[in-house]
């Protein structure tokens, strides 16, 4: 097994315009010499929430695909990790991001889908997520268990957002459907409920920065602050271990200091079907053009080659294989 180890790490572009989901048209030539190169087609890929990095990165790999290859991409907001796969696997998208527990359930058939192994690859690891966990000051809330009561977002329904907040709370001792006021919000609503008190704090799930999260605290000031979610660690690798330590660095949001939390990698998911030679040619895109997802958002600059294959349980695309040399 390879291990999941993560580095520990606005907007800059307009995204592509976004497709509302559709058929794969494309196919392999198997040719030998074009086992590498795209073919004529289009493609979908699900995003997550259109103030999450996911959309922003998406949108920017559309781009980089439709410029730089035959096919034509766009990127869709989406409820984020599970739905994506669920769609996915449906036919509605040819490419989904997801959190890598959350695609490990779905290779397992646990969690969201429990007793449905979904038959998913990997084109590459991407960018680590990190936990964000941010309340009010005046919550009294200064750990998970605090939130016993308390009005939390917990992310999209099917987010990777929300299994990761109910994770939590069972890490915590909390039961999520009776202990905690769940509110299954957007970011955009999130954001607003923050803003206006109706929430005493949220659980987020994204790369860094987050455009509304920095919004949130540019807007609030020391009227929230972010929590230290690592006493829930060990418990949560029991459930998944892809789970690891992380660290939000102060000046990523103007914090006094830096905050320990819990990160975990992303995926860039496909079906088995996808056809070699688009996998290749958009697996080599990836680290041939990651200068350029840089400029997109700076979570990209996280993308590793050196661990992009480093996906296990989820299985690496036989293309992805090729694109890094076999």
Same mark, same amino acid.
């Given at each position: 097994?390879?291990?999941?180890?993560?580095? %520990?790490? /606005?907007? $800059?572009?307009?995204?592509?315009?976004?497709?509302?989901?559709? =058929?794969?048209?494309?196919?392999? &030539? #198997? *040719?030998?010499?074009?086992?590498?190169?795209?073919?004529?087609?289009?493609?979908?890929?699900?995003?997550?929430?259109?103030?999450?990095?996911?959309?922003?990165?998406?949108?920017?790999?559309?781009?980089?695909?439709?410029?730089?290859?035959?096919?034509?991409?766009?990127?869709?907001?989406?409820?984020?990790?599970?739905?994506?796969?669920?769609?996915?696997?449906?036919?509605?998208?040819?490419?989904?991001?997801?959190?890598?527990?959350?695609?490990?359930?779905?290779?397992?058939?646990?969690?969201?889908?429990?007793?449905?192994?979904?038959?998913?690859?990997?084109?590459?690891?991407?960018?680590?997520?990190?936990?964000? %966990?941010? /309340?009010? $000051?005046?919550?009294?809330?200064?750990?998970?268990?605090?939130? =016993?009561?308390?009005?939390?977002? &917990? #992310? *999209?329904?099917?987010?990777?957002?929300?299994?990761?907040?109910?994770?939590?709370?069972?890490?915590?001792?909390?039961?999520?459907?009776?202990?905690?006021?769940?509110?299954?919000?957007?970011?955009?609503?999130?954001?607003?409920?923050?803003?206006?008190?109706?929430?005493?704090?949220?659980?987020?799930?994204?790369?860094?920065?987050?455009?509304?999260?920095?919004?949130?605290?540019?807007?609030?000031?020391?009227?929230?602050?972010?929590?230290?979610?690592?006493?829930?660690?060990?418990?949560?690798?029991?459930?998944?271990?892809?789970?690891?330590?992380?660290?939000?660095?102060?000046?990523?949001?103007?914090?006094?200091?830096?905050?320990?939390?819990?990160?975990?990698?992303?995926?860039?998911?496909?079906?088995?079907?996808?056809?070699?030679?688009?996998?290749?040619?958009?697996?080599?895109?990836?680290?041939?053009?990651?200068?350029?997802?840089?400029?997109?958002?700076?979570?990209?600059?996280?993308?590793?080659?050196?661990?992009?294959?480093?996906?296990?349980?989820?299985?690496?695309?036989?293309?992805?294989?090729?694109?890094?040399?076999?």
């Amino acid at each position: 097994m390879r291990s999941w180890k993560v580095p %520990v790490a /606005v907007l $800059a572009v307009a995204l592509v315009a976004v497709g509302c989901g559709g =058929k794969r048209e494309t196919s392999d &030539t #198997g *040719s030998k010499t074009a086992a590498c190169e795209a073919a004529d087609g289009r493609i979908t890929i699900a995003t997550g929430n259109s103030g999450g990095v996911y959309y922003v990165v998406g949108g920017g790999l559309a781009k980089l695909i439709s410029d730089n290859t035959k096919l034509k991409a766009t990127a869709a907001e989406t409820g984020a990790s599970v739905q994506n796969i669920q769609q996915l696997v449906a036919g509605d998208y040819d490419m989904a991001f997801s959190l890598a527990d959350t695609a490990a359930d779905a290779v397992k058939g646990k969690g969201a889908f429990e007793g449905k192994p979904q038959k998913i690859q990997a084109l590459t690891r991407l960018y680590p997520n990190y936990t964000q %966990v941010l /309340v009010r $000051a005046s919550s009294g809330i200064n750990s998970i268990a605090d939130m =016993k009561g308390k009005r939390i977002s &917990t #992310g *999209s329904p099917k987010s990777g957002t929300e299994v990761i907040s109910n994770r939590l709370f069972a890490a915590a001792g909390l039961d999520p459907e009776k202990d905690v006021q769940a509110q299954r919000l957007d970011l955009a609503k999130t954001a607003d409920g923050m803003k206006d008190g109706s929430l005493d704090g949220l659980i987020w799930s994204g790369g860094l920065p987050t455009a509304q999260i920095t919004d949130i605290t540019t807007s609030l000031k020391d009227q929230v602050k972010f929590i230290d979610i690592t006493p829930q660690l060990a418990k949560l690798k029991e459930v998944n271990s892809v789970y690891d330590k992380g660290t939000i660095p102060a000046a990523t949001y103007g914090q006094p200091a830096d905050v320990p939390t819990v990160v975990v990698p992303n995926v860039l998911l496909v079906k088995a079907d996808f056809p070699d030679a688009n996998a290749c040619a958009i697996t080599k895109l990836v680290f041939q053009k990651k200068a350029e997802l840089e400029k997109v958002h700076p979570a990209a600059k996280d993308i590793i080659k050196e661990k992009a294959a480093m996906t296990d349980p989820v299985p690496l695309h036989a293309g992805s294989l090729d694109a890094f040399g076999g």
